[in-house]
């Protein structure tokens, strides 16, 4: 089926709550362990681009002291909903940092940090490309990239199924929401064709469930 582009943040109270309350534990946890299994213990200085309520960069500052993470997304609900959470782990607040600002007004070190990170950002983007630039623009030559979102299916039979499956117990507004992101989301072979374009072309792309893609891979020197 054909790509129908949604809302570029989640800014609505009612949405950034919901979102915010709903059991993401085993993707989330995946989406750490599938970067611990490709690169090892987090370290030094990463970036978490659309990180919504923050509940993966709060995992990977549990995980590892060594880790300090730059959390960015557009959405004020969302980096209220992630300060909450953040400062009542008083322990972890200095080492996550908060910015809301949409991508393309990001103002960060250049080639500043040694992982950039996102997950279920790509979709929201209207314009991919500027995702993929600012990976490039922030990852330090060596750094390791993990990139996971949602794949497209084939329909919306399909993407209907998919809600019905995975997202039957949750309230009206994040099924609504699911079934929207399932229509606005890139194939895997488009990801493949965005990487090339981006002069990213040595990160693999791969998919991981009937519904989610993965980029993995180190930043090449330019």
């Given at each position: 089926?054909?790509?129908?582009?949604?809302?570029?943040?989640?800014?609505?109270?009612?949405?950034?709550?919901?979102?915010?309350?709903?059991?993401?534990?085993?993707?989330?946890?995946?989406?750490?362990?599938?970067?611990v299994?490709?690169?090892?213990?987090?370290?030094?200085?990463?970036?978490?681009?659309?990180?919504?309520?923050?509940?993966?960069?709060?995992?990977?500052?549990?995980?590892?002291?060594?880790?300090?993470?730059?959390?960015?997304?557009?959405?004020?609900?969302?980096?209220?909903l992630?300060?909450?959470?953040?400062?009542?782990?008083?322990?972890?607040?200095?080492?996550?940092?908060?910015?809301?600002?949409?991508?393309?007004?990001?103002?960060?070190?250049?080639?500043?940090?040694?992982?950039?990170?996102?997950?279920?950002?790509?979709?929201?983007?209207?314009?991919?490309?500027?995702?993929?630039?600012?990976?490039r623009?922030?990852?330090?030559?060596?750094?390791?990239?993990?990139?996971?979102?949602?794949?497209?299916?084939?329909?919306?039979?399909?993407?209907?199924?998919?809600?019905?499956?995975?997202?039957?117990?949750?309230?009206?507004?994040?099924?609504?929401?699911?079934?929207?992101?399932l229509?606005?989301?890139?194939?895997?072979?488009?990801?493949?064709?965005?990487?090339?374009?981006?002069?990213?072309?040595?990160?693999?792309?791969?998919?991981?469930?009937?519904?989610?893609?993965?980029?993995?891979?180190?930043?090449?020197?330019?």
């Amino acid at each position: 089926m054909e790509r129908s582009p949604e809302p570029e943040l989640m800014d609505g109270d009612e949405q950034a709550l919901a979102y915010a309350r709903a059991d993401f534990e085993e993707p989330n946890s995946r989406f750490v362990e599938a970067y611990v299994a490709r690169f090892g213990e987090p370290a030094g200085r990463m970036l978490d681009l659309g990180c919504g309520p923050a509940d993966i960069p709060l995992r990977f500052a549990r995980r590892s002291s060594a880790v300090a993470v730059t959390a960015a997304d557009g959405a004020r609900a969302m980096i209220d909903l992630a300060a909450q959470a953040r400062d009542a782990e008083p322990a972890l607040r200095h080492r996550v940092e908060l910015v809301c600002r949409p991508l393309q007004a990001l103002q960060l070190p250049e080639a500043g940090y040694d992982a950039v990170i996102s997950n279920s950002l790509l979709h929201h983007l209207h314009e991919p490309m500027a995702f993929w630039a600012a990976v490039r623009r922030y990852a330090r030559p060596g750094a390791a990239v993990l990139v996971m979102d949602l794949a497209r299916p084939s329909s919306p039979e399909a993407a209907q199924g998919l809600v019905d499956t995975y997202a039957a117990g949750e309230p009206a507004v994040l099924r609504t929401d699911f079934y929207n992101s399932l229509h606005a989301a890139f194939t895997l072979a488009e990801v493949r064709g965005q990487l090339e374009a981006a002069g990213l072309g040595g990160l693999a792309a791969e998919a991981v469930s009937d519904r989610h893609w993965l980029v993995s891979g180190r930043v090449a020197a330019a």
